[in-house]
């Protein structure tokens, strides 16, 4: 079932029974071959198109939902609506992206937290984003802000004085 068992039977036989059959399989190959290095929608619908045998229709069907998958992850990464990222989720489950996209909506929660003065769970969110560098740019102060309050809600007045060195030098 391999491309080289088809091309040692053509070679072997190739007024055989079977050598249509064959040489279409390896056509089918190397049509894949070109989709596969390609990589576009396109080549994969055209392999798709073309294709007698279609022995790769799956991985062509899988490698187009990813492809488009990742173009509208590109589409909507950047979004400040939460729905965006969730409805991009429910679209591509299987995405590559969807670590990202997860992230992503982690970032949207704790901003959304940090507006309605819940910083603790904020920081939170925002850890769960992946922290501080994971972060847009734009939220990077927000995440400060969090945990400069997380940080200062620890103390106490039985706080030692390194304690609250390390607090101010922060």
Not at 120 to 149: I, P, T, W
Request: net charge neutral; aromatic share 14%; with cysteine.
């Amino acid at each position: 079932g391999t491309v080289d068992a088809f091309k040692e039977y053509a070679k072997a036989y190739p007024k055989g029974k079977y050598i249509d059959d064959i040489n279409k399989r390896i056509e089918d190959y190397d049509m894949w071959s070109f989709a596969s290095s390609a990589n576009t929608i396109s080549a994969y619908n055209q392999y798709l198109r073309n294709s007698k045998h279609k022995s790769f229709k799956e991985k062509a069907d899988a490698a187009i939902k990813e492809l488009q998958a990742q173009e509208e992850w590109n589409r909507v990464k950047n979004s400040t609506n939460i729905s965006d990222i969730e409805r991009y989720m429910s679209a591509y489950p299987n995405s590559s992206c969807i670590s990202d996209a997860k992230k992503r909506r982690h970032e949207l929660t704790a901003v959304s937290l940090y507006n309605s003065g819940n910083f603790r769970a904020a920081l939170n969110e925002f850890n769960e984003a992946g922290g501080r560098y994971s972060l847009q740019y734009v939220n990077r102060d927000l995440y400060d802000k969090c945990k400069e309050y997380y940080d200062y809600s620890q103390l106490s007045s039985y706080s030692k004085e390194n304690e609250l060195e390390s607090f101010l030098k922060t």
